[in-house]
């Protein structure tokens, strides 16, 4: 089985983590950008954190057979730094339409304060503008209103259901995001929160349609394998396997496929890895050697 992992920051994670997911099957990932776990206080700082979702996490995924796409956006956290948020709303545009950029995200709310409004506002007007998918954080205090007001900030603003990803749902939240007509995604912590129990009984009441599972790992504790897990753990506890393709590959793909920034025929092919490339003459080697493939015999 192959999985797709459409919420994972990358940035944060070792190549043995990138080695054993693609060992585990993942063959592609959404890395969207978000706060570092410390506030940034230069535009500047935005500016190399975007440009490395677009290139270096790239490179370094492709090097283990990962397909790496992201999503391009200015926070719920560091918008409430108003100064500094203004700077990074004007960046959006230099980056957000670029090639491999699926969606305008990680964006919505963390307090629901008025600068958070003014950002997610801001952003979703620019994905109406440039017909982008949005994949929203709900907040994780008050998650029920938050969700629902993501929900109506979202429609109002003229976004299509259809190109609106709603992540780190649970029991409470997902009727309200189904009924949407939105994508419901789920990420998958390893202690706390959502986990992979849960998740699949949520399969199983609701069905697979427009449901999303994803591992949002990032520098924290939390699992890069947490969709491989999880899809394990559905077909043990009798979970149709074609229900369980479509929460761990088949559903992120239509729904960020809608970018037309995934050339989902490549997704097919088994990837023959090259560890000689390079990104701006670096590798990720350090010195060791590298893994080239065979060719595919014509
Ligand atoms: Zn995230």
């Avoid at 200015?74 to 699926?102: C, D, M, Q, T, Y």
């Avoid at 008025?114 to 801001?122: H, T």
């Avoid at 350090?286 to 893994?291: C, I, L, M, S, T």
Wanted: glycine share 6%.
């Amino acid at each position: 089985m192959r999985f797709f992992d459409p919420h994972i920051h990358m940035t944060s994670r070792t190549t043995d983590d990138i080695e054993a997911m693609a060992a585990a099957g993942i063959r592609a990932v959404i890395e969207p950008a978000f706060w570092l776990g410390q506030p940034r206080t230069h535009a500047g700082s935005f500016i190399d954190y975007f440009s490395s979702l677009i290139g270096w996490e790239r490179f370094r995924c492709a090097q283990f057979g990962i397909a790496h796409y992201c999503a391009i956006g200015l926070n719920s956290k560091e918008a409430n730094n108003e100064a500094l948020a203004r700077e990074v709303l004007e960046l959006i545009p230099h980056f957000a339409l670029k090639e491999g950029v699926v969606a305008i995200g990680e964006i919505g709310y963390d307090e629901i304060t008025p600068a958070e409004d003014f950002a997610y506002q801001a952003q979703l007007d620019f994905a109406r503008q440039h017909d982008l998918m949005v994949m929203v954080h709900t907040p994780h205090r008050d998650k029920k209103n938050g969700t629902r007001r993501s929900i109506d900030v979202a429609r109002e603003h003229g976004i299509d259901m259809h190109k609106l990803v709603i992540d780190h749902n649970n029991e409470e939240t997902v009727r309200d995001v189904l009924d949407a007509g939105a994508w419901a995604a789920f990420t998958i912590y390893p202690n706390t929160k959502m986990g992979s129990e849960r998740m699949v009984e949520i399969v199983r009441q609701y069905g697979p349609q427009r449901i999303i599972v994803d591992s949002s790992a990032d520098w924290g504790v939390s699992d890069p394998l947490s969709v491989p897990k999880t899809a394990r753990l559905m077909l043990e506890r009798g979970i149709p396997a074609a229900h369980v393709e479509a929460v761990s590959w088949g559903n992120a793909l239509h729904a960020y496929a809608q970018s037309q920034q995934i050339d989902v025929a490549a997704l097919d092919e088994t990837p023959r890895l090259d560890q000689r490339q390079l990104f701006a003459d670096n590798s990720v080697l350090r010195g060791q050697k590298p893994r080239i493939d065979e060719p595919v015999p014509n």
